[in-house]
């Protein structure tokens, strides 16, 4: 994504919000002179840094560094392309949908104290005399993020990577071990702003609004955060690969929090 500006509208979500915010206050202890002069001396000395909620389904804890997002179990069977997708476009081959537009969850990153890159991109080149084609990748930039599920089950809450509920299959058939995806490879990538086409009128609008993509897994290069290898999205250049874990998933409609944090 290009970010000259970090486009107006970006700035004006992440103003508006901050000064709408309303900050948390303890109660003084009672009549207690030296715990009233110990939260105040406290709070001099660490401000307060309330969450920055960004419309219903979003909301940035600032002290954390991290963005909450209010999602839902979308699938958990058959190979994946997304690993997040916004509700309505993608379920079939996406773990979690999301009701918040792909353009809020790039501002809360923002006011995270994450910065955007640009998705990532594949070409293949003309066949050869020999039939032969080369394909390039160009891999996707932007900071690293550490993704996570939290979800309630029966009154227990469960925290897992969000990687967790993938795996890949043996492309050769070599091994029945699954195999595991790599937390640690996910970036920031921020989509794209692009001039509108003829059916959503004049004007520019985020990519990822268009098409749904929020965590990528396969490289089509709209991705609000996109898997750090380029896979391209042609199964006769790359073969599905990975799959949803389906005996760690919990049943699709259930409530979830994903979870955006800085890499520890």
């Given at each position: 994504?290009?970010?000259?500006?970090?486009?107006l509208?970006?700035?004006s979500v992440?103003?508006?919000?901050?000064?709408?915010a309303?900050?948390v206050?303890s109660?003084?202890?009672?009549?207690?002179?030296?715990?009233?002069?110990?939260?105040?001396?406290?709070?001099s000395?660490?401000?307060?840094q309330?969450?920055?909620?960004l419309?219903?389904?979003?909301?940035?804890?600032?002290?954390?560094?991290?963005?909450i997002?209010?999602?839902?179990?979308a699938?958990?069977?058959?190979?994946?392309?997304?690993?997040?997708?916004?509700?309505?476009?993608?379920?079939?081959?996406?773990?979690l949908?999301?009701?918040?537009?792909?353009?809020?969850?790039h501002?809360?990153?923002?006011?995270?104290?994450?910065?955007?890159?640009?998705?990532?991109?594949?070409?293949?080149?003309?066949?050869?005399?020999?039939?032969?084609?080369?394909?390039?990748?160009?891999?996707?930039?932007?900071?690293?993020?550490?993704?996570?599920?939290?979800?309630?089950?029966?009154?227990?809450?469960?925290e897992?990577?969000?990687?967790?509920?993938?795996?890949?299959?043996?492309?050769?058939?070599?091994?029945?071990t699954?195999?595991?995806?790599?937390?640690?490879?996910?970036?920031?990538?921020?989509?794209h702003?692009?001039p509108?086409?003829?059916?959503?009128?004049?004007?520019e609008?985020?990519?990822?609004?268009?098409t749904?993509?929020?965590?990528?897994l396969?490289?089509?290069?709209?991705?609000?955060?996109?898997?750090?290898?380029?896979?391209?999205?042609?199964?006769?250049?790359?073969?599905?690969?990975?799959?949803?874990?389906?005996?760690?998933?919990p049943?699709?409609?259930?409530?979830?929090?994903?979870?955006?944090?800085?890499?520890?």
């Open positions: 994504m290009k970010h000259s500006s970090n486009s509208w970006i700035i992440i103003t508006l919000s901050s000064s709408c309303s900050p206050i109660p003084p202890a009672k009549n207690s002179t030296s715990a009233s002069l110990q939260t105040t001396e406290q709070s000395l660490i401000p307060q309330p969450p920055l909620q419309g219903p389904d979003i909301r940035v804890d600032r002290r954390k560094s991290e963005v997002i209010r999602a839902q179990i699938s958990r069977n058959g190979f994946l392309e997304q690993l997040v997708c916004k509700a309505g476009t993608r379920e079939h081959e996406s773990l949908a999301v009701e918040a537009a792909p353009k809020m969850i501002a809360a990153l923002l006011a995270a104290g994450f910065t955007p890159g640009s998705p990532g991109a594949w070409t293949e080149t003309q066949p050869d005399a020999a039939g032969k084609s080369v394909v390039n990748f160009q891999p996707p930039t932007g900071s690293k993020v550490e993704l996570l599920v939290r979800w309630d089950d029966d009154g227990r809450i469960n897992r990577a969000l990687c967790e509920w993938v795996r890949g299959v043996s492309l050769n058939n070599s091994s029945t699954p195999i595991v995806l790599p937390c640690d490879r996910f970036i920031f990538a921020g989509s702003i692009r509108n086409p003829k059916s959503l009128g004049p004007g609008h985020y990519v990822a609004d268009y749904g993509s929020v965590v990528g396969v490289t089509f290069g709209d991705e609000v955060i996109a898997f750090e290898e380029v896979i391209p999205d042609r199964v006769d250049v790359a073969p599905a690969m990975w799959e949803s874990w389906t005996d760690r998933i049943v699709e409609g259930t409530l979830i929090e994903l979870i955006i944090r800085h890499p520890k």
